[in-house]
């Protein structure tokens, strides 16, 4: 299908477009609003069904989408499907909402095929966008990540000897660091991941102690 190599040119890989979605998903719900009503949600989830549906049309469905399951051929016709859907209720969002103009009332876009082919229009948009922050963010969110770990370092060291951070210090530091490394996420940032999931581990611990080991 024309286009899908430009739209997904600067897209982030898999695992960090996963994770940012739960993040994005999250801060929605905590916010006392339906992630399936926000339109970057919508759109990146489209965006990301689309890109599992492209593997499978191009016959390299991966074992670990589905692993240890033999039965390829409903699998694949299950991705396909989930895409076709995915991309209808981002165009239903757009018609209901303007989002994205008069474009998004075009007949060319109905249909599955057609709808998976707005959704990586509006992609492609959309991540341009998101990537022009990163020359203003990116600093910012080193700056930060660095001053997380200096401090972390200076506490380790108190800890060592026998005077520790007040725990509400060390607990503002563990939320400091789950949010550099899901802002990092978000911009799509390669290789946080690990490290997001680390300090998550960390901050529930700190939150619940009879989680720790």
Do not use: N
């Not at 739209?7 to 940012?20: F, I, K, L």
């Not at 589905?66 to 895409?83: E, H, N």
């Not at 660095?146 to 000897?161: K, N, S």
């Amino acid at each position: 299908m024309a286009g899908t190599e430009q739209a997904y040119a600067d897209a982030p890989d898999t695992h960090t477009e996963v994770q940012a979605l739960i993040t994005l998903g999250l801060s929605e719900a905590r916010a006392g609003r339906r992630p399936d009503r926000s339109r970057e949600w919508v759109l990146r989830q489209a965006a990301h069904a689309d890109r599992a549906a492209l593997d499978v049309e191009a016959g390299s469905l991966a074992d670990g989408l589905y692993p240890g399951d033999q039965d390829a051929s409903f699998l694949a016709q299950d991705v396909l499907c989930g895409a076709g859907e995915a991309a209808l209720e981002l165009l239903r969002l757009d018609r209901e909402h303007g989002a994205a103009g008069a474009a998004s009332h075009s007949p060319e876009w109905d249909g599955e095929r057609g709808a998976r082919a707005y959704v990586r229009i509006q992609y492609a948009v959309w991540r341009r966008r998101q990537l022009a922050r990163l020359d203003a963010e990116v600093p910012r969110l080193t700056t930060e990540m660095t001053a997380v770990a200096d401090l972390a370092t200076v506490h380790a060291h108190a800890a060592r000897r026998s005077a520790p951070y007040p725990p509400e210090d060390v607990l503002d530091l563990a939320r400091r660091r789950v949010r550099a490394y899901q802002a990092g996420i978000d911009l799509g940032l390669p290789d946080l991941v690990t490290d997001l999931h680390h300090a998550q581990k960390e901050l529930d611990e700190l939150h619940y102690p009879h989680l720790r080991p």
